[in-house]
């Protein structure tokens, strides 16, 4: 069983930066792939970044390469999202996951993860 809480969201203007952390409860988060997620209102949960156990392998959405960074510090038990460049369009709720698989893209789906954190919020204004 393993427990996910998100923090560091909040309200930015665009262009600003915001690091999104996930800490995670139990022994086993280095057996684990992370994941991040965002939901926009009225819009479907998307997949934003993803990191392999160990955190030698990550992968992003095109919509954020290049100014979103996924990482984990196995020895604190957290994965961290750092978010730079946003933009209006980066506003949702943002999600950390874990789970078992680490295939793509199937580890940018939302149905193989096997735990999920409350999210934390991210407004960018323009």
């Known amino acids: 069983q393993v427990q996910l809480v998100e923090s560091g969201g909040g309200l930015v203007q665009a262009g600003g930066s915001l690091r999104l952390s996930c800490a995670a409860s139990g022994r086993t988060f280095s057996s684990y792939a992370m994941g991040w997620f965002r939901q926009a209102p009225g819009k479907e949960r998307e997949f934003v970044a993803a990191?392999?156990?160990?955190?030698?392998?990550?992968y992003y959405a095109d919509s954020i390469k290049g100014r979103f960074t996924i990482s984990r510090d196995n020895a604190k038990n957290t994965v961290y999202l750092q978010m730079n460049s946003l933009k209006p369009e980066d506003t949702a709720v943002y999600y950390c996951?874990?789970?078992?698989?680490?295939?793509?893209?199937?580890?940018?789906?939302?149905?193989?993860?096997?735990?999920w954190g409350q999210g934390t919020q991210v407004t960018v204004s323009s």
């Open positions: 996951a874990a789970g078992s698989r680490w295939l793509w893209p199937q580890i940018s789906w939302t149905g193989v993860y096997n735990y």
């Open positions: 990191i392999s156990w160990s955190g030698g392998s990550t």
